[in-house]
Nanobody
Framework: QVQLVESGGGLVQPGDSLRLSCVAS????????MAWFRQAPGKDRDFVAA????????YYSSSLEGRFTISRDKAKNTVYLQMNDLEPEDTAVYYC????????????????????WGQGIQVTVSS
């Protein structure tokens, strides 16, 4: 079983930056790709970014690439999401996610393809 715990959310102003963290624990977690999703009120859970654990790259939502950066610290089993130049439209609950299989491609963007989820963390961008 894999456990994912997010942290780093909060209330920020437009134009600010924020870094989310996701600590992963459990058997085999170090071999899994990891992803971030977000869900705004009344909307679907949308893909943000994903990263492989063995250097097989990163993948972003086309609308967010350039402002958001995903990275990982393998020694800490932690994945980060650096968010810059935040906009009110970025307000959402952000979720860390992982698939069951280490073979899952980082280009998989459907939430249905990820079996493990964190509890989510609120990010609010407001003046």
């Amino acid at each position: 079983q894999v456990q994912l715990v997010e942290s780093g959310g909060g209330l920020v102003q437009p134009g600010d930056s924020l870094r989310l963290s996701c600590v992963a624990s459990g058997r085999g977690v170090s071999t899994l790709p990891m992803a971030w999703f977000r869900q705004a009120p009344g909307k679907d859970r949308d893909f943000v970014a994903a990263i492989g654990w063995f250097g097989d790259g990163t993948y972003y939502s086309s609308s967010l690439e350039g402002r958001f950066t995903i990275s990982r610290d393998k020694a800490k089993n932690t994945v980060y999401l650096q968010m810059n130049d935040l906009e009110p439209e970025d307000t959402a609950v952000y979720y860390c996610a992982a698939p069951e299989s280490h073979k899952r491609s980082v280009t998989v963007t459907s939430s249905r393809e990820y079996e493990y989820w964190g509890q989510g963390i609120q990010v609010t961008v407001s003046s």
